[in-house]
T-cell receptor, first 111, second 116 residues
Framework: DAKTTQPPSMDCAEGRAANLPCNHS???????VYWYRQIHSQGPQYIIH???NNETNEMASLIITEDRKSSTLILPHATLRDTAVYYC????????????FGKGTRLHILP | GAVVSQHPSRVICKSGTSVKIECRSL??????MFWYRQFPKQSLMLMAT?????????EQGVEKDKFLINHASLTLSTLTVTSAHPEDSSFYIC????????????FGPGTRLTVT
């Protein structure tokens, strides 16, 4: 079973910041928080990952709470192309570690 | 970034025939590849883990004799759906793990299989 819980869907206005929450209360000390997204009929796309510090890249920012039991993915200026299902995953940094996908959050960007 | 390709992107086959799907890591070596299946409006479901040069490890409930996986080289894994039936119609996605980039997994674009 997936180790994370996410809201099934969210709406966000185009141009605004999209904040996607994720709960992972049973995360282990050696597990990272990963975010992927899947645009309709495409393979998942890596967005960002972190262990305990906040992270930022060209796509998004990841805010992890101090107790690591939850995190938030922030898309700073959402566009219509950001409409997708966003998956929050916890996993160890191991090449053989399989990724178990939960149901994710379906993000709708509204024009 | 690392690129994973799949071929074909879309295939239609008749019931009872077999279909082979290829997954290639284009610019990196992948000792481990993963195969997923995704039904409409559902999440990805892991089918099996494929390690180069050894037998694949299948998830519970996945028939290894029906879904044959071969990982003969560090850049190629194949999934063969044998004796396909309409219920095997699905979106099949592979991912490859790169040892060169902190074990990130990179996903292919998927293959849409329709069995008539």
């Amino acid at each position: 079973d997936a180790k994370t819980t996410q809201p099934p869907s969210m709406d966000c206005a185009e141009g605004r910041a999209a904040n996607l929450p994720c709960n992972h209360s049973t995360i282990s000390g050696n597990e990272y928080v990963y975010w992927y997204r899947q645009i309709h009929s495409q393979g998942p796309q890596y967005i960002i990952h972190g262990l305990k510090n906040n992270e930022t890249n060209e796509m998004a920012s990841l805010i992890i709470t101090e107790d690591r039991k939850s995190s938030t993915l922030i898309l700073p200026h959402a566009t219509l192309r950001d409409t997708a299902v966003y998956y929050c995953i916890v996993r160890v940094m191991n090449r053989d570690d399989k990724i178990i996908f939960g149901k994710g959050t379906r993000l709708h960007i509204l024009p | 970034g690392a690129v994973v390709s799949q071929h074909p992107s879309r295939v239609i086959c008749k019931s009872g025939t077999s279909v082979k799907i290829e997954c290639r890591s284009l610019d990196f070596q992948a000792t481990t590849m993963f195969w997923y299946r995704q039904f409409p409006k559902q999440s990805l479901m892991l089918m099996a883990t494929s390690n180069e040069g050894s037998k694949a490890t299948y998830e519970q409930g996945v028939e290894k004799d029906k879904f044959l996986i071969n990982h003969a080289s560090l850049t190629l894994s194949t999934l063969t759906v044998t004796s396909a039936h309409p219920e095997d119609s699905s979106f099949y996605i592979c991912s490859a793990s790169s040892t060169a980039t902190t074990y990130e997994q990179y996903f292919g674009p998927g293959t849409r299989l329709t069995v008539t």
